[in-house]
Nanobody
Framework: QVQLAESGGGLVQAGGSLTLSCAAS????????VGWFRQAPGKGRDVVAH????????YYADSVKGRFTISKDSAKNTVYLQMNSLKPEDTAVYYC???????????WGQGTQVTVSS
C-alpha cells in the first residue's frame, strides 16, 4: 500500500504563488508516475501535470503551461507543484496520485484546497 499526503494549499490573490507538496510513504519502490489533478466545484477531476519517476519526463495541461512546474525529490519521496501567476480559475481542490508500474493511478491523496481571489 501507498499513502499520499498533500500540503501547501491555501488562499492567495491572483498573480500570487503557492507550492504544493505530495509526500509518499509505504510501498513506493515501483512508482511509475506521480500526477497532480484538480477538481473545481461542479466540475470533473482534470490532470494538471505529471512526472515520470525514472526519467523525470513531465507533462502539463495547456491551461497551466508556463505557470506551473512539477518536480520531485526522490530521496524524500516527495513531489512538488510550484504554481505561479495564479488565476481565479485555478481555484480547486488539488489531488496528487501515484501510478505504479504497469498500472493506472491506484493511489490518491486526500486533496488540498487552493483558492485564488481576484
Amino acid at each position: 500500500q501507498v499513502q499520499l499526503a498533500e500540503s501547501g494549499g491555501g488562499l492567495v490573490q491572483a498573480g500570487g504563488s503557492l507550492t504544493l507538496s505530495c509526500a509518499a510513504s509505504g510501498r513506493t519502490f515501483n512508482t511509475y508516475r506521480v500526477g497532480w489533478f484538480r477538481q473545481a466545484p461542479g466540475k470533473g477531476r482534470d490532470v494538471v501535470a505529471h512526472i515520470n519517476w525514472s526519467d523525470d519526463n513531465t507533462y502539463y495541461a495547456d491551461s497551466v503551461k508556463g505557470r506551473f512546474t512539477i518536480s520531485k525529490d526522490s530521496a524524500k519521496n516527495t513531489v512538488y507543484l510550484q504554481m505561479n501567476s495564479l488565476k481565479p480559475e485555478d481555484t480547486a481542490v488539488y489531488y496528487c496520485a501515484l501510478a505504479p508500474i504497469a498500472r493506472g493511478y491506484d493511489y490518491w491523496g486526500q486533496g488540498t484546497q487552493v483558492t485564488v481571489s481576484s
